[in-house]
């Protein structure tokens, strides 16, 4: 089964971190790129960063690139999102999704199910 | 980093059509991507390149494009369409970005 399925829902204090996996199935992992989507409540989509699987080559945006990391394990089919010192305006929930096969160009047509990262002190 | 301008909200009787655009220089060269996104559910893509509808999604929904502006149109508006849209699109360098996104109320 085509998938990929995120780790649990996290509650953090602000200045801390979080990392939240994604774990892909069902295709070869290191064929599609990964990228990494957020929003906070109330709030639209934010993207925020993304992984060449295969390459390990990263691009983020320009408001989280001093705070935001993404990392991936080929072995483990498991793509990372590291977020460090932490704000309660982070507060969102943050999906991992798949850039799909090269006939949809940039599309996403695979996302993870989502986790809620709550920041509060 | 660039922009991509929705219109906050849209009505729409069942039955109408509804029509979303979505703004931003880079959109002149660079492709347009259509997300419909539900309260508690994933995104789910409903056009790439602009124009292509993706594999399930109803033919109603139809994208557009002219210049630095496109346009998400649903026909034969439904009440199961009522939904928040988002355009995103790249640049050239691999920095994408959401339009703020564009809430469609069926009345």
């Known amino acids: 089964q085509v998938q990929l399925v995120q780790s649990g829902a996290e509650v953090k204090k602000p200045g801390a971190s979080v990392k939240i996996s994604c774990k892909a199935s069902g295709y070869t992992f290191t064929k599609y790129p990964l990228h990494w989507v957020r929003q906070a409540p109330g709030r639209g989509l934010e993207w925020m960063g993304w992984?060449?699987?295969?390459?390990?080559?990263?691009r983020y945006s320009q408001e989280l690139q001093d705070r935001v990391t993404i990392t991936r394990d080929t072995s483990a089919t498991t793509a990372y999102m590291d977020l460090s010192g932490l704000r309660p305006e982070d507060t969102a929930v943050y999906y991992c999704a798949r850039e799909g096969p090269r006939e949809l160009g940039n599309g996403y047509d695979l996302w993870g199910q989502g986790t809620l990262v709550t920041v509060s002190s | 980093s660039f922009e991509l301008t929705q219109s906050p909200s849209v009505s729409v009787s069942p039955g109408q059509t509804a029509r979303i655009t979505c703004s931003g220089d880079?959109?002149?060269?660079?492709?347009a991507y259509w997300y419909q996104k539900k309260a508690g559910q994933a995104p789910l893509l409903l056009i790439y390149?602009?124009?292509e509808r993706n594999s399930g999604i109803p033919e109603r929904f139809s994208g557009s494009s002219s210049g630095a502006v496109v346009t998400l149109t649903i026909s034969e508006v439904r009440a199961e369409d009522e939904a928040d849209y988002y355009c995103?699109?790249?640049?050239?360098?691999?920095?994408?970005?959401f339009g703020g996104g564009t809430k469609v109320t069926v009345l």
């Open positions: 992984t060449n699987v295969d390459t390990d080559n990263t």
């Open positions: 995103l699109s790249p640049d050239s360098s691999g920095i994408y970005v």
């Open positions: 880079v959109l002149s060269t660079q492709y």
């Open positions: 390149k602009d124009r």
